[in-house]
Protein backbone atom coordinates (compact mmCIF):
# COMPACT_ATOMS: atom_id res chain seq x y z
CA UNK A 1 0.00 0.00 0.00
CA UNK A 2 1.48 3.42 -1.07
CA UNK A 3 2.17 5.95 1.86
CA UNK A 4 2.26 9.40 2.41
CA UNK A 5 5.85 10.36 2.24
CA UNK A 6 6.71 6.99 2.02
CA UNK A 7 6.39 6.33 5.79
CA UNK A 8 5.97 3.25 7.62
CA UNK A 9 5.41 4.32 11.05
CA UNK A 10 3.76 7.13 12.28
CA UNK A 11 4.10 9.10 15.39
CA UNK A 12 2.10 12.00 17.63
CA UNK A 13 1.65 13.21 20.75
CA UNK A 14 -0.44 14.25 23.30
CA UNK A 15 -2.28 13.70 26.54
CA UNK A 16 -2.87 10.10 28.21
CA UNK A 17 -6.34 10.44 27.13
CA UNK A 18 -6.15 12.00 23.64
CA UNK A 19 -8.86 11.65 21.13
CA UNK A 20 -6.36 12.25 18.46
CA UNK A 21 -3.49 10.03 19.39
CA UNK A 22 -6.17 7.44 19.52
CA UNK A 23 -7.69 8.00 16.32
CA UNK A 24 -4.01 8.71 14.77
CA UNK A 25 -4.09 4.97 15.73
CA UNK A 26 -7.04 3.83 14.88
CA UNK A 27 -6.49 4.97 11.63
CA UNK A 28 -2.82 3.85 11.65
CA UNK A 29 -4.07 0.10 12.08
CA UNK A 30 -6.60 0.48 9.59
CA UNK A 31 -3.55 1.62 6.61
CA UNK A 32 -1.28 -1.44 8.25
CA UNK A 33 1.07 1.15 9.94
CA UNK A 34 2.80 0.78 12.77
CA UNK A 35 1.99 3.99 15.86
CA UNK A 36 4.02 5.10 18.60
CA UNK A 37 2.38 7.83 20.86
CA UNK A 38 4.34 10.11 22.72
CA UNK A 39 2.37 11.00 25.83
CA UNK A 40 2.68 13.35 28.83
CA UNK A 41 2.45 11.31 31.47
CA UNK A 42 0.04 12.92 33.73
CA UNK A 43 -3.57 12.08 35.24
CA UNK A 44 -5.20 9.05 35.22
CA UNK A 45 -2.86 6.55 33.08
CA UNK A 46 -5.79 3.99 32.43
CA UNK A 47 -8.65 2.98 30.73
CA UNK A 48 -10.56 5.40 28.60
CA UNK A 49 -8.53 6.02 25.19
CA UNK A 50 -5.38 3.90 26.62
CA UNK A 51 -6.87 0.66 26.58
CA UNK A 52 -8.32 1.81 22.67
CA UNK A 53 -4.50 2.94 21.88
CA UNK A 54 -4.37 -0.74 23.12
CA UNK A 55 -6.39 -2.41 21.04
CA UNK A 56 -5.45 -0.79 18.28
CA UNK A 57 -1.81 -1.87 18.78
CA UNK A 58 -0.32 1.35 19.21
CA UNK A 59 3.06 1.57 21.01
CA UNK A 60 2.75 3.56 24.11
CA UNK A 61 5.28 6.02 24.99
CA UNK A 62 5.25 8.31 28.52
CA UNK A 63 7.07 11.05 28.79
CA UNK A 64 7.13 12.49 32.48
CA UNK A 65 6.86 16.30 31.86
CA UNK A 66 4.94 19.32 31.96
CA UNK A 67 6.50 20.41 28.79
CA UNK A 68 5.60 20.06 25.10
CA UNK A 69 8.90 20.17 23.80
CA UNK A 70 10.42 18.02 26.17
CA UNK A 71 7.64 15.67 24.43
CA UNK A 72 8.99 16.91 20.53
CA UNK A 73 12.42 16.33 21.80
CA UNK A 74 11.54 12.59 22.47
CA UNK A 75 9.49 12.41 19.19
CA UNK A 76 12.76 13.63 17.55
CA UNK A 77 14.98 10.65 19.38
CA UNK A 78 12.27 8.35 18.47
CA UNK A 79 12.54 9.07 14.79
CA UNK A 80 16.09 9.17 14.70
CA UNK A 81 16.32 5.67 16.17
CA UNK A 82 13.88 4.09 13.82
CA UNK A 83 15.88 5.62 10.85
CA UNK A 84 18.71 3.99 11.83
CA UNK A 85 16.37 0.40 12.00
CA UNK A 86 15.36 1.42 8.21
CA UNK A 87 12.43 2.98 8.82
CA UNK A 88 10.48 5.71 7.53
CA UNK A 89 8.72 7.69 10.36
CA UNK A 90 5.74 10.22 9.88
CA UNK A 91 5.62 12.57 12.80
CA UNK A 92 1.62 14.74 13.22
CA UNK A 93 1.88 17.35 16.04
CA UNK A 94 0.19 17.44 19.25
CA UNK A 95 -3.56 17.22 18.25
CA UNK A 96 -3.07 17.33 14.83
CA UNK A 97 -2.73 21.22 15.30
CA UNK A 98 -1.66 21.94 12.21
CA UNK A 99 -3.57 24.30 9.42
CA UNK A 100 -4.62 21.36 7.64
CA UNK A 101 -6.84 19.86 10.51
CA UNK A 102 -7.82 23.55 11.22
CA UNK A 103 -9.16 23.82 7.67
CA UNK A 104 -10.92 20.00 8.53
CA UNK A 105 -13.08 21.67 10.89
CA UNK A 106 -13.76 24.68 9.00
CA UNK A 107 -15.18 22.11 6.17
CA UNK A 108 -17.13 20.31 9.29
CA UNK A 109 -18.85 24.07 10.48
CA UNK A 110 -19.90 23.97 6.38
CA UNK A 111 -21.44 20.06 6.34
CA UNK A 112 -23.32 20.92 9.93
CA UNK A 113 -24.79 23.94 8.14
CA UNK A 114 -25.53 22.21 4.56
CA UNK A 115 -27.39 19.25 6.84
CA UNK A 116 -28.99 21.79 9.03
CA UNK A 117 -30.95 23.68 5.94
CA UNK A 118 -31.44 20.23 4.49
CA UNK A 119 -33.62 19.48 7.98
CA UNK A 120 -34.75 23.13 8.41
CA UNK A 121 -32.88 23.32 11.43
CA UNK A 122 -31.20 26.04 13.02
CA UNK A 123 -28.51 26.54 15.97
CA UNK A 124 -28.19 29.09 18.73
CA UNK A 125 -24.76 27.98 19.48
CA UNK A 126 -21.57 25.42 18.15
CA UNK A 127 -19.94 23.89 21.35
CA UNK A 128 -16.80 21.75 21.23
CA UNK A 129 -14.36 20.92 23.49
CA UNK A 130 -10.99 22.06 23.48
CA UNK A 131 -7.45 20.45 23.92
CA UNK A 132 -4.35 21.74 21.46
CA UNK A 133 -6.95 24.30 19.80
CA UNK A 134 -7.00 23.20 15.93
CA UNK A 135 -10.13 22.17 16.31
CA UNK A 136 -11.86 25.08 17.97
CA UNK A 137 -9.84 27.57 15.26
CA UNK A 138 -11.53 25.84 12.28
CA UNK A 139 -14.96 25.66 14.06
CA UNK A 140 -14.67 29.31 15.23
CA UNK A 141 -13.91 30.39 11.74
CA UNK A 142 -16.33 27.83 10.17
CA UNK A 143 -19.19 28.95 12.64
CA UNK A 144 -18.44 32.63 11.46
CA UNK A 145 -18.82 31.49 8.25
CA UNK A 146 -21.54 29.04 7.80
CA UNK A 147 -23.30 29.07 10.74
CA UNK A 148 -24.78 32.75 11.14
CA UNK A 149 -26.56 33.28 14.85
CA UNK A 150 -24.32 30.90 16.73
CA UNK A 151 -21.94 34.08 17.27
CA UNK A 152 -18.73 31.06 16.65
CA UNK A 153 -17.88 29.40 20.22
Known amino acids: MPRIK ?6 TASGPQSNHAMLTAACA ?22 ILDGIFSAEIRL ?10 AEMERIMEQLRTQG ?3 YAIPVGGSV ?3 SLGYINCAKEISN ?12 ISATGSG ?20
Not at 63 to 72: A, E, G, N, P
Open 87 to 89: HIP
Open 63 to 72: VDTDSYDDVY
Open 134 to 153: GTYAGLTLGAKLFLPGTGGL
Open 99 to 101: PLG
Open 29 to 50: GQLGMKSILVLKKQGELTGGNL
Open 6 to 11: GADVIL
Open 115 to 126: QAQELGITFDAV
